[in-house]
């Protein structure tokens, strides 16, 4: 079972700019897909990036433009830069892989978007 560990969270203002990191040990970003969640208090956890192996990346409608996800199959860590951040980005971020999600997730890394 593969492992992932998210750090990079923290608070910024509105606009700012947050790069997230979530290093893999166990499996191998070059070969599968992977994707960032979010999670805010008392919704559901959602998409927000998603890579696939060969590198085209997609996202939903409310970060396009502003977030961007990366891998750096080197060191096996994939990244989420975002951009132009908004109080309703405030949330817990996961990393996993996708399309489908391995059943263990990391313990999340928060960013919280206020000022």
């Known amino acids: 079972q593969a492992q992932v560990v998210e750090s990079g969270g923290g608070w910024v203002p509105p606009g700012g700019s947050l790069r997230l990191s979530c290093g893999v040990s166990?499996?191998?970003?070059?070969?599968?897909?992977m994707a960032w969640y979010r999670q805010a208090p008392g919704k559901q956890r959602e998409l927000v990036a998603a890579?696939?192996?060969?590198?085209?990346?997609k996202y939903p409608s409310v970060v396009k433009g502003r977030f961007t996800i990366s891998k750096d199959n080197t060191n096996n860590i994939l990244y989420l830069q975002m951009n132009s951040l908004k109080p309703e980005d405030t949330a817990v971020y996961y990393c996993?892989?996708?399309?489908?999600?391995?059943?263990?997730w990391g313990q999340g890394t928060q960013v919280t978007v206020s000022s």
């Open positions: 996993n892989k996708f399309p489908t999600a391995w059943d263990s």
């Open positions: 166990g499996s191998l970003l070059r070969s599968i897909g």
């Open positions: 890579v696939n192996p060969l590198g085209v990346d």
